[in-house]
């Protein structure tokens, strides 16, 4: 079993930034892709980026260039930069954990932290 708590969401202008985080435990965090999808109301779970364990990045057209993902193996943490954020942009933001990629039908999810960006 892993385990993800997220934390990092918020309220912020468009234009503005964020820095989510989660936390995993349970098993051996560098043996995992990790990623983060996110859900705005009345649309389905969209993927958003990921990091695999060789620590190679994929991310969405729709956020490439403006948010970053990262991974601190020796914290068990993975984070998701945000900049220049857009109110489309606002959703819940959920972390993701599988071998060797993570999908939609990943296994492990955290309960996911709200990001809302204003105009």
């Known amino acids: 079993q892993v385990q993800l708590v997220e934390s990092g969401g918020g309220l912020v202008q468009a234009g503005g930034s964020l820095r989510l985080s989660c936390v995993a435990s349970g098993r051996t965090f560098s043996n995992y892709a990790m990623g983060w999808f996110r859900q705005a109301p009345g649309y389905e779970r969209e993927f958003v980026a990921q990091t695999t364990s060789g620590g190679s990045t994929l991310y969405s057209d729709s956020v490439k260039g403006r948010f970053t993902i990262s991974r601190d193996n020796a914290k068990n943490t993975v984070y998701l930069q945000l900049n220049n954020l857009k109110p489309e942009d606002t959703a819940v933001y959920y972390c993701?954990?599988?071998?060797?990629?993570?999908?939609?039908?990943?296994?492990?999810w955290g309960q996911g932290t709200q990001v809302t960006v204003s105009s």
């Open positions: 993701a954990a599988d071998r060797p990629i993570v999908t939609p039908k990943s296994a492990y």
